[in-house]
């Protein structure tokens, strides 16, 4: 019989054993449920934490399966679908706010837009959809980032280079940053990924409640804040966006 | 103002599977919306019908549910205005109210040999110079004739004026508008192109044809345009306007603000319509389009339109899932298309019924042409994106021969305009942008904008227009050369499925 490498055994029974039902688990627990040091134990989850496997709920210290493990099936949300589930909402985020809209996912170390609704003036505008926006500084990256572990890490592992004199780059303020996104919700880049331009982003979660995507409004900084203020209205109105499409893929009342 | 944030129209779609009602404000945006769907009855094989009672309880029941969900009440509402499945045939009784049959949906195919007989010795071009449609089952004469024919006792109380025929909108109409009391019996000039018994120039009822026919001029809606006040709603919605009606496909032209010769709008769906504004001019055509009524303000020149249809087009995508098993749903076709660069050389040409537009070939069967070992089920999934991209082309060469008139643009709406890859293919093949509105239900917003003129809410079609609001634009991008070629590859694969029955029926 061909050699098997131990910590892959063991890290396969701690992912069986978080699957096991809708549950969270302690260090203790799963260690002494497999007979295992604490130490290996915590060893093996801060592993399968840092690949996103596994993720440890902030208040409890208890861990739980991670969204990149979700990623791995077939069951994974396809683009395209979120993209014709988002249609109707986008269409009405563009009209209420008279700015340009955009949808969009983790792709390898950045956010790929998926659907693009253009500004309704009639200023000529290009189709963006297929486009890489970085994550470490614009709206869309940043709650990809606050809410997707995978998205974290890609983006604390990237050199966050200052793509303006506004760019947050050092890793302390950046986690302050994720910390922020979560607490309130919603995500800006005021002039911090393009000079004049300010985004405000808020996530899409499916039924599992995983986040599978965020949904932006873009326009110049002078109609997205107000006497140097983010403008709640917008705020407000990518809010419901990112909710209405959330409901339409399935995800309960949060 | 605060006078103006409370005025509102509404708009009924009374479509194929469902009703529905759609609350819209000043600037075309939606506010809410009511949605019920109905039975399909399928009494044979071939036939379709509707319970005309049922659809109307619905559109009571959706014009509730939208002004509820909107918080108005009828007062706010400043007219209604009203779109339909076109075709569907209804006869009722004057007297109670009551309909004498179900209604014959426009898929039913019962009429098939009826319309053969009235083509004699001719053929189904009989009256396409005066109706400027071909003799085909989907129209609504031929079902008015059915019905006379086989409900008992009918053709006498219809000759004795006790029976109305109507399509969906002047069923909807008589009905919201008093029905037995004092409701009235209307049509309008894009409703009445679909019957095979009006006369695209005088529009109006033309006798002779209604003779041939064996249709009794008694059981006739008076036409009127699709835009003016036919008469007060009672009821829930008592003394609102009843002030438009338009068929689903023209609604969707009139939605989309195409409005100026030359503009053309396409809804992807199931299957697909294309239609061309051809201005003051009813063009005839050879090359196998229906001519029919784009629409009418009131009393201005009507306006025509050249039509097209593509019989399969999501339909294919929706055979990829459920009989392939390719893809898990629609949307899904896209990825799977996107994982190659290209068909492969395989072209997918889907005449499950035959071909129609603008070659019209029963004999003809889906072929997919081209394959070779290298061939994977993406290459199947971007021939199947193509084939509507080029049914597409193929419908819009046609409208250019019969109308000397050159697309400057497609406008596009309907469920598969979120495919991306399909709306670049399309732009690529047509050589032309492809452009994408705001506000998807261009079918509502139609009859909406149609009834808001009609009682001044709108003041012209100019401020309609401004409402219009882009919300994506597909660019071409496919070299000429590329073009050329694959377009040759396409009218080869379209060769290939001719003939493949050896004689009819």
Redesign the interface.
Known sequence: MARTIQSLERAAAVLRLLAGGERRLGLSDIASTLGLAKGTAHGLLRTLQQEGFVEQDPASGRYQLGAELLRLGNSYLDVHELRARALVWTDDLARSSGESVYLGVLHQRGVLIVHHVFRPDDSRQVLEVGAMQPLHSTALGKVLAAYDPVARSEAMDSGREALTAHTITDPESFEEVLELTRSRGWAADVEETWEGVASIAAPVHDRRRMPVGAVAVTGAVERVCADGEIQPRLVAAVRDCARAVSRDLGAGRF | MSDTRREFIAAIDQGTTSSRCIVFDR?G??VSVGQKEHEQIFPEPGRVEHDANEIWANVQEVIAEALDRAGITREDVQALGITNQRETTLLWDRATGEPVHNAIVWQDTRTDALCRELGRNVGQDRFRRETGLPLASYFAGPKIRWLLDNVEGLRERAEAGEILFGTMDSWVIWNLTGGTEGGVHVTDVTNASRTLLMNLRTLDWDPRICESMGVPMAVLPEIRSSAEVYGEARGALEGVPVASALGDQQAALFGQTCFSPGEAKSTYGTGTFLLLNTGSEAVNSYNGLLTTVGYRIGDQDPVYALEGSIAVTGSLVQWMRDQMGLI????????LASSVEDNGGAYFVPAFSGLFAPYWRSDARGVIAGLTRYVTKAHIARAVLEATAWQTREIVDAMEKDSRVELTALRVDG?M????LLMQCISDVLDAPVVRP???ETTCLGAAYAAGLAVGFWPDTDALRANW??????TPRMEADVREREYKNWLKAVERTMGWLEEEN
């Open positions: 600037d945006r939606i898990n749903s629609a949307a899904e076709i896209e990825t469920g305009t979120s495919n991306n705001m506000v998807a609001r882009r919300a994506a634009e597909w």
